[in-house]
Nanobody, 114 residues
Framework: QLQLVESGGGLVQPGGSLRLSCAASGINFSIYLMGWYRRAPGKQRELVATIRPGGSTNYADSVKGRFTISRDNAKNTVYLQMNSLKPEDTAVYYC????????WGQGTQVTVSS
């Protein structure tokens, strides 16, 4: 079954941390470019971070130095460690697999509020 399943979202105070996970099934995970995107209320979906099969990473300027993307090919999982969270990071976060197929997860809500 081809799917991406995100987890780890929730409510956190400004300055706090969360770690998102995205578990892939049905694909040859190790050859896929994996990414995290987000859609804030009233805004378009935007790229947060990507990680290539070889491990090189790319980040949106707004999250550089605060977020870290990583992958574990043995577990078919990609992670997004989010530190120093800000209210403007509030969004639904989506996992994407880009390769022979393109897959999207169902999204996980992240809310940063005091």
């Amino acid at each position: 079954q081809l799917q991406l399943v995100e987890s780890g979202g929730g409510l956190v105070q400004p300055g706090g941390s969360l770690r998102l996970s995205c578990a892939a099934s049905g694909i040859n995970f190790s050859i896929y470019l994996m990414g995290w995107y987000r859609r804030a209320p009233g805004k378009q979906r935007e790229l947060v971070a990507t990680i290539r099969p070889g491990g090189s990473t790319n980040y949106a300027d707004s999250v550089k130095g605060r977020f870290t993307i990583s992958r574990d090919n043995a577990k078919n999982t990609v992670y997004l460690q989010m530190n120093s969270l800000k209210p403007e990071d509030t969004a639904v976060y989506y996992c994407n697999a880009d390769g022979p197929r393109s897959l999207w997860g169902q999204g996980t809500q992240v809310t940063v509020s005091s």
